[in-house]
């Protein structure tokens, strides 16, 4: 069951850290927010069904982009994209202290923040399941509506010709069918990542589908 007390907390303090992110830019810190969140019910379902506790890494997933409120100028990242779970697991570790959490819970909830972008972390840690898993739900959050939505959007797909359309597509197939076959650490992410990359290679693969159709009569 939850700590509502601690989530309660640890949500108070999230939300002030990015309250004062004076540099961060406006338009991305609503969906900084939101993705926290649904990273955070990523990791609940996988420390559900996998015996996790699912406080700590509620906690975890609320933390493991905390350095977003740190984001500075042209690059809109602390100070360095892949600097940035490093720099998380540094400003949790005296907050998750203030909780009153055992010493060896917040190594591993701050090993695992740490080492959540580039599987590399700046102290000595274990990669425990529950470590990696919070690595694990940030991946899963990557594929889903809202980030399809966005893929689109943001590659300007409406304002390319057929044939940048096409090649987009296909190059995007081709990178979801490798990723696919990434494992992920529990069965649970595993099965959670294959369904979320599965939706979109069908999804692509319908606009594949589409935009063949949309020169010619089919044979």
């Given at each position: ?24 830019e ?70 998750l ?58 590659s ?18 081709a ?10 650490t ?25 935009l ?8």
């Amino acid at each position: 069951m939850l700590n509502h007390k601690l989530i309660k907390k640890t949500e108070a303090y999230l939300k002030e850290k990015f309250d004062h992110a004076t540099d961060f830019e406006q338009d991305d810190l609503p969906y900084r927010i939101e993705h926290t969140y649904r990273v955070a019910n990523i990791g609940r379902e996988i420390a559900l069904k996998e015996g996790f506790d699912e406080t700590e890494m509620v906690i975890a997933c609320l933390l493991h982009d905390i350095s977003y409120c740190e984001a500075t100028g042209e690059n809109r990242f602390w100070p360095d994209w892949k600097e940035h779970g490093r720099r998380a697991a540094q400003i949790a570790r005296p907050f998750l202290q203030e909780l009153g959490l055992p010493e060896d819970r917040i190594n591993d909830i701050c090993y695992g923040i740490a080492i959540h972008v580039d599987d590399e972390a700046d102290f000595e840690g274990e990669r425990t399941p529950f470590a990696i898993s919070i690595g694990d739900a940030d991946n899963i959050d990557r594929f889903d509506a809202y980030r399809l939505h966005e893929i689109l959007s943001r590659s300007a797909f409406l304002d390319m010709s057929y044939e940048e359309k096409l090649n987009f597509v296909e190059k995007r197939l081709a990178r979801f069918h490798e990723l696919r076959e990434i494992p992920a650490t529990t069965k649970t992410a595993d099965a959670m990542w294959k369904a979320r990359v599965d939706f979109f290679i069908v999804f692509f693969e319908k606009l594949k589908d589409q935009l063949k159709q949309s020169k010619s009569i089919m044979e």
